[in-house]
């Protein structure tokens, strides 16, 4: 209950009003009387000024501004022990984002164990429309592929898989090696591997020699 509503309500009793008789020299509704009085709403300076008035008290002596009922509960809440709704709201959104964040391993090309790690977040148990065991970031080791501005040092995010689509880039391996390349499908049979840095370099090779390891999706560049 505000000041006012407190002021109000004490000198309507005293003065034998009931709220529905007050509301109905006032112009207003009984349910409005009522929010005034529990502090739920805050009565203009007319409405004040008719109620003392009609009360035949002076009401304007302990009013308070809503900006000024605002600060003192802002002010309350801040020394308050108690943590308030909208801190404890807080707490629940930064524990529920936190959550939602995966730790994506980073990995040179060999794949045998992290270097690091990376946060994404997780949407509807995926991770950039991927399962989340199958995602990865990959070091870039070389200028390779310097022609399709990407770089030494860069990191590419990337998912595992064992189909290939043809102009994609993959992480491959083949005679012993493992390697970023452009493939393109030739036939049933053989496959284009282009890299390159100022002139572009092809292979052919029998896909039964080549093995896909994963598909580059995008780039982060190191400046």
Avoid: C
Avoid at 65 to 75: D, G, H, L, N
Avoid at 98 to 114: A, N, T
Avoid at 120 to 137: R, S, T
Avoid at 151 to 173: M, P, Q, R
Wanted: charged letters at 35%; proline letters at 2%; a positive charge.
């Amino acid at each position: 209950m505000s000041r006012i509503g407190e002021k109000i309500k004490s000198a309507r009793m005293e003065s034998g009003i009931s709220q529905k008789k007050l509301a109905k020299k006032l112009g207003v509704s009984e349910g409005f009387i009522n929010e005034v009085e529990m502090g739920k709403k805050i009565a203009n300076q007319e409405i004040i000024d008719r109620i003392s008035k009609i009360l035949g008290k002076d009401m304007n002596d302990i009013t308070m501004s809503f900006e000024e009922q605002v600060y003192q509960e802002e002010k309350k809440e801040k020394f308050s022990p108690v943590p308030s709704k909208n801190e404890k709201v807080k707490d629940i959104w930064n524990e529920a984002f936190g959550s939602v964040l995966k730790k994506i391993p980073v990995y040179k090309y060999k794949m045998d164990s992290p270097i690091g790690f990376k946060q994404l977040p997780l949407v509807e148990n995926k991770i950039e429309g991927y399962a989340q065991d199958k995602v990865l970031y990959l070091k870039i080791e070389s200028e390779d592929m310097e022609g399709f501005r990407i770089h030494k040092g860069d990191l590419a995010f990337a998912h595992i898989t064992g189909e290939v689509k043809s102009n994609s880039i993959y992480l491959v391996e083949y005679d012993e090696k493992r390697e970023l390349r452009q493939i393109k499908k030739l036939d049933s049979n053989k496959m284009l591997l282009i890299s390159g840095k100022n002139t572009i370099r092809t292979e052919t090779i029998e896909i039964k020699n080549l093995k896909v390891i994963a598909k580059l999706d995008k780039v982060e560049i190191m400046l």
